[in-house]
Every structure is written in structure tokens, then in C-alpha cells.
């Protein structure tokens, strides 16, 4: 059974790979371990491979793992946030992948705002429009990219999606190919306070499409540690 530290140098080489396919720099693709569900022991071996970066998908489980795992780690929150539990990842992670209203914006700013800093957030977009899946609409998303911009305490630097899942890969290149499209018409706009550098796209089975559309966070969970 491959170890954590194979599949992790696995994974990295696969980046690498589909990076310089396509003429990028390796550096600019960032690997966020998803650690959901696991233990933070796990995390811990992740981070004595050298792993820094993980994603968490519950807020409980984020608030109970990050006291646990004392070593120096960078926490992002990837799954569907509420409102009301905002306050219990303030300050803990250091991204939001999930900004898919207003609303939720408004109490990651006060939350922000109480602590005196600033939280980088990509906003969702459901670009296939599946019922099951969170994100705002392409429709809605200038709209919304413009009023979050207004918060101070809230800083947008990019985009993420969640395709439909395809057996092949290459199914999901379409939607990652938009995103990409959307993030490019809004760093057009120029709108104050957003930085369209970060799209976040990519899971086990599609990130190597992923990084050939432009992905510069990949969200990689069972490739790493298995099968939960």
C-alpha cells in the first residue's frame, strides 16, 4: 500500500508535469491537501513531508483539528460555509474558497473586522448549475464580485468551481475553461480591492486538467490519503 509521502511526491509530480505541458511555472500551482474527516495524525505526517497547506471542508472538525495539530500549517476552508459559523474559523484560516452570497461576505467581514485583518476569499461559481451544488450563477457573479469589493475586512483574489463528475477527465475542461474565461472578464474590470490570481479548481481525479486550464489551487484528498 503506497505510503502518504509516495502519493504526496506523486501527486507534486503530476502538477509538475501538467504545468510544464503547458509552459507554466510549476510554482504557480499550489497543492491544498484535503483533509476532511481524517485525523490530525494524518495531518501531521502529511506536514513531516513537507505538506503545508490543507483544506478542511466542516467547521467543527477545522476548529477541532487546528487546535490539535500544533506545527505551523496554512488552513483553508473549502466546503459550503453558514453564516453563523463563521466566527469559529476567524482568523484560523487564511483563504475562503466558498463565497457564494453576499450575506455570508458581510459576516466574514465582521468577523475579520473584530480581529483587526483582512480574509482573502475566491468566490464559488456553480457554472454547471447543479441543484446539489452551492456557488453563485455566471449571471450573478459581476454583481456580486462588485458589492463583496465594497468590505473591507474581505479581499477577493480569485475564483473556484466544482465541475460535474466525469469518468474522464477531460469532461470537466469545459467548466475549468470558463471559470478561467469569468476570472479574465472580471480582472478586466478592473474593480478595486480584487485580484483575479487565484482560480481553484481541481479535485483527485480531474487536477491535471485542471492545471492545464489554468488552475493555480488544486484540492487533492483521496489521491494523498486514500479512500475514506
Not at 26 to 36: D, E, F, G, M, T
Not at 69 to 88: C, D, P, Y
Not at 202 to 218: K, Q
Request: aromatic content about 6%; hydrophobic content about 45%; some cysteine.
Amino acid at each position: 500500500m503506497m505510503s502518504i509521502a509516495d502519493n504526496l511526491k506523486t501527486v507534486l509530480e503530476k502538477i509538475r508535469n501538467a504545468s510544464l505541458k503547458t509552459g507554466r511555472d510549476p510554482a504557480s500551482v499550489r497543492l491544498v491537501a484535503v483533509s476532511k474527516t481524517r485525523p490530525a495524525a494524518v495531518v501531521t505526517e502529511a506536514l513531516l513531508c513537507g505538506q503545508r497547506l490543507f483544506g478542511e471542508n466542516y467547521v467543527q472538525e477545522l476548529a477541532t483539528k487546528s487546535r490539535e495539530v500544533t506545527e505551523a500549517v496554512e488552513w483553508h476552508f473549502i466546503g459550503h460555509l453558514q453564516s453563523n459559523k463563521v466566527r469559529q474559523i476567524a482568523g484560523v484560516v487564511t483563504m475562503i474558497h466558498s463565497v457564494d452570497r453576499l450575506s455570508l461576505a458581510e459576516e466574514i467581514d465582521r468577523q475579520w473586522g473584530r480581529l483587526g485583518q483582512v480574509c482573502d476569499a475566491l468566490i464559488e461559481v456553480n457554472i454547471a448549475g447543479e441543484a446539489t451544488k452551492s456557488g453563485t450563477t455566471a449571471t450573478e457573479l459581476f454583481d456580486l464580485v462588485r458589492r463583496v469589493a465594497l468590505l473591507p475586512h474581505i479581499r477577493i483574489v480569485g475564483l473556484m468551481t466544482m465541475p460535474p463528475f466525469f469518468a474522464d477527465p477531460e469532461g470537466a475542461r469545459p467548466y475549468f475553461r470558463e471559470l478561467r474565461r469569468l476570472a479574465e472578464g472580471i480582472a478586466a474590470e478592473n474593480i478595486p480591492n480584487v485580484r483575479m490570481t487565484e482560480l481553484s479548481m481541481g479535485m483527485s481525479g480531474d487536477f491535471e486538467a485542471a492545471v492545464a486550464e489554468g488552475a493555480t489551487l488544486v484540492r487533492v484528498g483521496t489521491a494523498i490519503f486514500g479512500e475514506r
